[in-house]
């Protein structure tokens, strides 16, 4: 019976992901409608989903673990057609046209930020809403989410959770997987609970602390205030600066240290890195604004902007696209860096660069003593070689896609500062970059298929690269052995 499912878990996934968003449209619809708002654009949606879902749910077939090929399938094309139908509300109520719209979604949904938005007062509330919550349902991952709601998924979800949780660590804090889903959401959940009440409390309007929770958690960096925090009180940057370390921590970490081991996190070798980058780079760069802003501005735009841009929020306290080049430099280096493996954070994760740094110290070192058996270590774990060759062939996929995407915008019209930053920006999932794409400006005036690049970028991004450059290889497309791809 197993056997002949084969291939059709897929399709069981897609249609359980459209019937969910075709429920969350349809609530939103009424919501819209209640409040006297456009509501028109979630309930086309939320038609569309739930035809789509219908269909897809009939053909498809849970209950078995799926093939590395169904796994990878499953997890590419839910985060393909999501944002699809996610579009639609931004498309039908909102000022975008269809591409910009599934731009926004996709932005949304893989958590970068970066927006078509030129108009916020043309936005409804509900829209907002909306917005937030496509960060949020993608900063704790879109399979996981549904694994911890959706007993039936966590039967055949080990390769799933595997392909999609973010980082080269992936592991179960508790011996079910569904257990482990549940328990990442339930930190996920009270940080955001958490968030929006300490923004509440430092004077922020209600329905900006709601929508600016959802956005600071899932380290997204969507906010309902056009200017992003520069529209806020310095208070409340202080408040998001403290919800946003946490976004890029890993909430495997976070999950022990709440049940009652807090040393864990300081004896993981990538959290001490993690907060090490957080501070040297906070405090760098508020030295560099120093004469601009005196010290009380600048350690505040410092902290708030270096946690912001290394935890790949993409929250903005000002125009940091008009700062000095050495300013620009340094946030450069965050952006590569990124958060924490196993957290809302994008970028290439800190865990990676250790476990390259380490190669090269090891390779270092044999050239000195050729014959010496050098182990590779990350605390007190070993690095399997496996491993290692995942770290090398993610780094050169990542900046090889960098490197094109870049040349490609160049090609298509953007100077070199946007179409570099543009790149790193939604490859790394920040949102804002300098130039054309800042963080008081939006994307809305780069080239047609400029965007539609940056759109697949973001995907590539969210996904770790490997997994959506799998599907362009010959193998992908070889009709597998019987036995094969188990």
């Known amino acids: 019976m197993i056997g002949r499912h084969r291939g059709r878990y897929a399709t069981h996934l897609l249609g359980v992901a459209n019937l969910t968003l075709a429920l969350l449209l349809a609530a939103f619809a009424l919501g819209a409608r209640a409040v006297g708002e456009p509501w028109q654009g979630f309930f086309s949606g939320a038609l569309i989903a739930a035809g789509l879902g219908a269909a897809l749910r009939h053909v498809g077939r849970p209950g078995h673990e799926p093939t590395r090929r169904e796994a990878l399938l499953s997890v590419v094309l839910t985060w393909t057609f999501v944002p699809l139908v996610g579009a639609v509300p931004f498309a039908v109520a909102g000022p975008l046209a269809p591409l910009d719209a599934l731009f926004e979604s996709a932005s949304g949904f893989t958590t970068t930020g970066a927006t078509m938005l030129t108009d916020f007062g043309a936005v409804s509330r509900t829209l907002f809403l909306w917005r937030g919550l496509t960060q949020w349902i993608g900063g704790i991952g879109i399979i996981v989410l549904f694994i911890a709601t959706f007993p039936q998924l966590a039967i055949a979800g080990r390769q799933l959770f595997t392909t999609e949780a973010p980082g080269p660590q992936q592991e179960r804090l508790l011996p079910r997987l569904r257990t482990t889903a549940v328990a990442i959401l339930g930190v996920y959940g009270a940080l955001t609970a958490a968030c929006a009440f300490a923004y509440a409390l430092a004077g922020m309007e209600p329905f900006d602390a709601v929508a600016n929770s959802l956005t600071t958690l899932s380290a997204g960096g969507f906010s309902p205030a056009a200017r992003s925090f ?53 405090v760098s760069l508020s030295a560099l604004l120093a004469s601009q802003y005196g010290w009380s501005e600048a350690l505040r735009h410092g902290f708030f902007q ?19 080049a050495d300013t620009h430099g340094l946030l450069v280096m965050m952006m590569l860096i990124g958060g924490s493996a196993g957290s809302a954070a994008g970028g290439v994760k800190v865990v990676r660069w250790l476990i390259l740094t380490k190669v090269a110290g090891r390779e270092v070192r044999h050239t000195m003593h050729p014959r010496a058996v050098l182990p590779l270590r990350l605390g007190q774990r070993l690095v399997p070689n496996d491993v290692v060759r995942a770290v090398s062939a993610f780094i050169t996929l990542y900046v090889t896609l960098l490197v094109c995407t870049t040349v490609g915008l160049v090609l298509l019209g953007s100077d070199e500062v946007t179409a570099f930053s543009a790149a790193l920006a939604t490859l790394g999932n920040i949102g804002p970059g300098f130039g054309g794409v800042g963080p008081m400006a939006s994307y809305t005036d780069l080239h047609e298929v400029a965007k539609a690049w940056l759109t697949f970028a973001m995907i590539a991004g969210r996904l770790e690269v490997v997994t959506v450059f799998v599907i362009f290889t010959r193998a992908w497309w070889r009709r597998p052995a019987r036995h094969a791809l188990r």
Do not use: H, K
């Open 230 to 282: 520069q529209d806020y009180p310095p208070s409340m940057s202080w408040v998001a600066v403290v919800f946003m370390a946490f976004a890029g921590a890993n909430f495997a970490l976070v999950y022990r240290a709440v049940v009652g081991r807090p040393w864990a996190l300081w004896r993981d070798p990538e959290f001490r890195a993690y907060a090490s980058v957080l501070v040297v780079g906070a």
């Open 306 to 324: 270096a946690f912001s841009i290394t935890t790949s929020t993409g929250y903005a306290s000002a125009d940091f696209a008009a700062w000095s």
